[in-house]
């Protein structure tokens, strides 16, 4: 075994523990603290920095994001197969209950903001997140190029699930909205204070 694999190896023993708590976390909120979130993200996180560090950043750390997502898959797939028959059978979606199902007061307004935030906001934020990067970010212009390209689907990825996710969309968007333009403004303004 090379140097290499066995620091991969080691490096998926925070992975997928990280998972496991964070699932359990997910299963049972009193008995797993607030620390478990901290502690899961912290595994994951140094489980992902040392399948980066073994060599061949670029390469690797996607090699890493698969990782978690077949170990994800997996946590997923046994807890589908733990379940019994009557939860996987269809239910009527419209009735929640023996109420009708209603949509409720500004929950268009909701779905517009939602809309905007992942059409609009969130791309602009990873745009701005990697130009930003790109302009600033350590390194030759190669290896800021192949960063900017990584954190802006990153950050993309990370604004659409705050903005799915959060119960005042409208709020969210702002903020999306408030750091793409501040990225923004720290790239062109001193770019346009050198011309």
């Known amino acids: 075994m090379t140097a290499t694999t066995v620091i991969r190896l080691i490096a998926s023993l925070g992975l997928c523990p990280g998972l496991a708590l964070l699932y359990l976390r997910w299963r049972d909120a009193r008995r797993f603290g607030r620390w478990t979130i901290a502690a899961s993200w912290a595994l994951v996180v140094a489980g992902l920095a040392g399948w980066t560090l073994s060599g061949?950043?670029?390469v690797a750390l996607s090699d890493a994001f698969v990782?978690?997502?077949l170990a994800a898959l997996g946590v997923i797939a046994g807890h589908a197969a733990a379940l019994p028959a009557?939860?996987?059978a269809p239910r009527d979606r419209g009735r929640i209950g023996n109420a009708p199902l209603t949509l409720g007061r500004g929950y268009w307004g909701r779905v517009v903001a939602r809309l905007l935030g992942c059409v609009v906001a969130a791309p602009a934020a990873g745009l701005?997140?990697?130009v930003l990067w790109r302009a600033y970010g350590p390194g030759d212009d190669a290896d800021r190029l192949m960063t900017m390209a990584v954190l802006a689907v990153l950050v993309m990825a990370a604004a659409w699930v705050a903005q799915l996710m959060s119960a005042r969309p409208w709020r969210m968007l702002?903020?999306?909205s408030a750091a793409a333009a501040v990225a923004a403004g720290l790239v062109y303004?001193?770019?346009r204070l050198s011309a």
Do not use: E, F, W
Request: cysteine-free; glycine content about 16%.
């Open 189 to 191: 303004i001193p770019i």
């Open 128 to 130: 701005m997140a990697g």
């Open 86 to 88: 009557a939860a996987k």
């Open 56 to 58: 061949h950043g670029d």
């Open 174 to 176: 702002g903020l999306l």
């Open 67 to 69: 990782v978690v997502m």
